[in-house]
């Protein structure tokens, strides 16, 4: 069982900058696909970035050049560094971790954490 706790979040000024850490505990980390969600009310969860246990990354069109997912696997963290931020990047950000083992799906999701972009 994997546990995932999320840092980061809050309120900035459009343009501005945030990073949003996930640091997880109970499972290897190195062997998850790790991303980073987010959702608004009344809308389904979308994807943000996910960075592979290999180190390979992909972005949602609309935060490409503007943010970027890296992961630490000494310190079993993951980052989310949001720059140049708009107020539609406002959301209910949610850190994942995904992988496959087998037959089964193994997936996890951290508590959420609150990004508001507003002047």
């Known amino acids: 069982q994997v546990q995932l706790v999320q840092s980061g979040g809050g309120l900035v000024q459009p343009g501005g900058s945030l990073r949003l850490s996930c640091a997880a505990s109970g499972g290897i980390f190195s062997l998850y696909t790790m991303g980073w969600f987010r959702q608004v009310p009344g809308e389904q969860r979308e994807l943000v970035a996910r960075i592979a246990s290999g180190g390979t990354t992909n972005y949602a069109d609309s935060v490409k050049g503007r943010f970027t997912i890296s992961r630490d696997n000494a310190k079993n963290t993951v980052y989310l560094q949001m720059n140049s931020l708009k107020p539609e990047d406002t959301a209910v950000y949610y850190c994942?971790?995904?992988?496959?083992?087998?037959?089964?799906?193994?997936?996890?999701w951290g508590q959420g954490t609150q990004v508001t972009v507003s002047s």
């Open positions: 994942n971790a995904f992988r496959v083992a087998g037959d089964a799906v193994v997936d996890y």
